[in-house]
């Protein structure tokens, strides 16, 4: 007699979500950044989103397994960038109600308390193409009222910024959007084991959130296969998310 199949891990859940940034995108270029975001961006190609473009962080267009399949050469990629044709999954060390991200640091800037990655390439991201973001440990240090200084722009702040859109925050404890009349942050799913009162206690401003909240889509028994063998035999997700 056969094992019963392993259910799914809270990671892999969301590996799913972040996957699931990508859904209906065509040919773009995905640039996941985190474990989980790549593993859920090579599932998408490999599944539901054969046309997405992935890179391996330099010049080189590759597919999920790594081998080469196209050259993307610096003046290419810089149109990608700015003209809508990316789709950037980002870290967040505080995040807020609007979308408004901070990777900087924490503290009044002229004088932090704690010095982060700098702002980088944030605002290009966040204003010319696409950007999520993946947060593996949700809390009220993460998700804040307001954020000490905007590096990712938020709906509050994007006005008339052509390509600037933020299809999803995936956490792991659920997928939150920006699909109210406000633009602020919803709750879209919960992760299987999450409750309501968990994501509200662990965030620090009012979240809107449905009289009905559904789960986020649990992985096929193919995808399951892909993320265990093929893309992260290693089982390196559970460090991010261990649940």
Known sequence: MNASPVPPTRAEYCVIACAEAWRDGGEILASPMGLIPSVGARLARLTFAPDLLLTDGEAMLVRPDGTVEGWLP?????????????HVMMGASQIDRYGNQNISCIGDWAQPKRQLLGVRGAPVNTLNNPTSYWVPR????????????????????????????????????????????????RLASLHPGVSVEQVAEATGFALNIPDEVPY?????????????????PAGVRSREVAV
Not at 216 to 232: F, G, K, M, Q, S
């Open 74 to 86: 610096y003046r290419q990629h810089l149109a990608l960038v700015t003209g809508g044709r990316r």
């Open 216 to 232: 986020t889509r649990e992985p096929t028994a193919d995808e399951l296969e892909l993320i265990r063998e093929v893309l992260d």
């Open 138 to 185: 949700h809390s009220r240090r993460v998700f804040v009222e307001k954020v000490d200084l905007v590096c990712g722009v938020g709906y509050d702040h994007a006005a008339g910024a052509r390509f600037h859109r933020i299809p999803r925050v995936v956490s792991d404890l659920g997928v939150f959007d920006f699909a109210t009349p406000d633009h602020s942050m």
